[in-house]
């Protein structure tokens, strides 16, 4: 089953500070029901510790309705300059989802 939300960890190199970022499923156009994913945001004011940051993305777990995964092996690095927006496909292996 694919989830309808995908929470990983957005590393900001400038603040050097951890936001957990939310993804929506958003399937390719046609109705094809690839693992595509777009990003809403992140935690806005981050957290210095990434221990701190993976406590927030199981928080928002809870929070969340319906199917959620998370993607946390890999911190997506960000260099601190506007909006870190991004479109993504997304595989589940062994319990995680990896971007591709």
Known sequence: MTPLWIISILYNEKTTKYHPILF???GLPGG????????????????????????????MTVKLDGTVGLSLEKDFLWDGEE???????FVEKDGQYLPV
């Open 24 to 26: 929506r499923h958003h």
């Open 83 to 89: 909006i870190p927006g991004m479109v993504l496909l």
């Open 32 to 59: 094809c029901d690839a693992p595509r994913y777009k990003s809403l945001g992140h935690h806005t004011g981050g957290f210095v510790f990434r221990v701190e940051a993976l406590e927030e993305c199981k928080d």
